[in-house]
């Protein structure tokens, strides 16, 4: 492959993580912000202190964060030099970015209940024992809080944006950098469209090689449930499905280095190794004795963003398509937000602009006759505690917009289905392709903004919503194979009998 066209591949990988960890990094940043003047550090490590109950407090708390792998880091860095003890903060690094509430919401549209149980409860364990396992380590010296005066009225919330911001932009940067430059490494690293046939359930070393894969790549906890209920589908091996749920989703590169900066090389080599040899563990039982019937063989391109973008017939040339269609649509909200904090902590690396801004949200305005609710200064406890609150509140909102309501989600369906066949029925493959699988991901909202709204849903739209899934992914395959015209058309024309089948299990006319 030509260097350049690596170097392209590294980047567009790179960038994709960081894209899609953007919404995450925004709320890791808040969060971060919120715990750099609320959290007490007596009180963060008696809470944590206990070597068995710490690490299973930190497990719980990870998975309420609606955060990923990336997003964590701006927290992480704080929680260590807020003196977290070290089992605790290592399970929260590791377990943080594996599920979350909502991403376990739509789990339960694409995975049975006892599969995504299980699933859930071992992906945690590794984290849990390898902290147990952690040598005792000497918690580090915590910062001093804020004063108080910066807790009270609107200038809580400007502290908690303002240090958020320098969190992002300052210890957290470098670690964030790391994990987009891993997940570019490995997606450019594993040929496009190899890893769907080597994770095959008849291939006892389906898991090793997931091993290799998942702890660079950046998965966000919504999508490894995706790919996991794929590797179902195509008969994939379960051990690779746990590997990628665990470590692919609860780890990257950025965060292995953060853990190693911050334990110690001595102390964080043994239990990050035992969790890995954990997880293979598990894998292999995975592997061994789960098999779930498939509905085919492999050849699914679920899998084809974490590999590289470039075919061995692609080049330089194709650019152009390859960035629209891995990069697009962008977050353009959570995105801006992201940029601004990040323009901010860069300007508060001047330390002179850093000192005169926290001079300003630390100088105790004119206390009121009688303050009102917002002027009222809070406990730094309750300002971490309402962060937090708010966080998931946040999170839920943006989880109702990016889910819509079905109404919503089937307009966009008849947009997208008419570019589908016009691309089909032109010969347009590359159009066709993409079309498809914006199809197949309108399917999937359509799913949870319906279960978000209206409850479990009945039979009749889980089983409509799955033969769409099954007879678009059939299409999407011949397609990218370059199959006749006369075969993708037999193919189109069940995506439609499916769809048609859709609408009627939905009602809509």
């Not at 994770?199 to 997931?210: F, K, T, V, Y």
């Not at 690396?349 to 303050?371: C, G, K, N, Y």
């Not at 199959?483 to 009602?507: F, I």
Request: hydrophobic share 55%; charged share 15%; glycine share 6%.
């Amino acid at each position: 492959m030509p260097v350049l066209v690596f170097l392209a591949a590294v980047a567009i990988r790179g960038t994709q993580a960081l894209l899609d960890a953007t919404p995450y990094l925004l709320i890791g940043s808040v969060l971060a912000g919120a715990a750099s003047i609320g959290l007490h550090p007596e009180r963060t490590r008696s809470l944590f202190a206990s070597p068995l109950r710490g690490p299973l407090l930190a497990a719980a708390l990870a998975v309420l964060l609606p955060v990923c792998s990336i997003g964590a880091l701006p927290l992480l860095t704080v929680l260590h030099r807020r003196g977290m003890p070290a089992r605790a903060w290592l399970t929260l690094a590791l377990a943080a970015g594996i599920l979350h509430p909502f991403s376990l919401t739509y789990g339960l549209t694409l995975l049975d209940p006892a599969t995504l149980a299980l699933f859930a409860l071992t992906a945690l364990a590794p984290a849990v024992a390898a902290a147990v396992l952690l040598p005792a380590t000497p918690t580090p010296a915590a910062q001093p809080l804020p004063p108080p005066s910066i807790l009270a009225g609107g200038r809580r919330v400007a502290a908690i944006a303002w240090f958020g911001a320098c969190e992002l932009a300052g210890p957290a940067l470098p670690w964030i950098a790391l994990a987009a430059l891993g997940a570019g490494l490995i997606g450019a690293i594993v040929p496009h469209g190899s890893l769907d046939m080597t994770i095959l359930a008849d291939d006892p070393a389906a898991p090793l090689r997931m091993l290799g894969i998942a702890p660079p790549a950046h998965v966000t906890p919504e999508r490894a449930m995706m790919l996991t209920s794929q590797i179902f589908k195509h008969t994939c091996s379960a051990g690779a499905a746990y590997l990628l749920f665990a470590l692919g989703a609860g780890a990257n590169l950025g965060l292995i280095g953060l853990t190693i900066a911050a334990l110690g090389r001595r102390h964080a080599v043994r239990p990050l190794l035992a969790t890995a040899a954990l997880a293979l563990l598990i894998a292999a039982g995975f592997h061994a004795f789960v098999h779930l019937p498939g509905i085919d063989y492999g050849d699914t391109h679920a899998f084809d963003r974490m590999a590289n973008p470039f075919s061995s017939t692609s080049d330089l040339r194709s650019l152009r398509f390859i960035i629209a269609k891995e990069l697009e649509p962008l977050p353009i909200g959570p995105l801006t937000v992201t940029a601004a904090l990040l323009a901010i902590g860069l300007t508060a690396r001047h330390q002179p602009i850093r000192r005169r801004v926290e001079a300003a949200l630390s100088t105790a305005p004119p206390a009121p006759a009688s303050p009102g609710l917002w002027s009222r200064a809070l406990p730094p406890r309750a300002v971490a505690l309402v962060t937090l609150a708010l966080a998931l509140v946040a999170a839920t909102a943006l989880v109702f917009v990016y889910f819509p309501a079905p109404d919503e989600t089937f307009d966009d369906m008849r947009i997208v289905r008419a570019d589908a066949l016009a691309a089909l029925y032109s010969q347009s493959n590359p159009t066709a392709l993409q079309s498809l699988q914006t199809w197949e991901t309108l399917n999937r909202k359509l799913v949870v903004g319906t279960l978000l709204r209206h409850g479990p849903l009945p039979e009749s739209q889980r089983l409509a919503s799955r033969a769409l899934s099954d007879s678009l992914d059939k299409l999407r395959q011949a397609v990218a194979a370059g199959a006749p015209l006369d075969q993708t058309r037999r193919l189109a024309l069940a995506v439609e009998d499916s769809y048609a089948q859709l609408r009627r299990a939905y009602q809509r006319p």
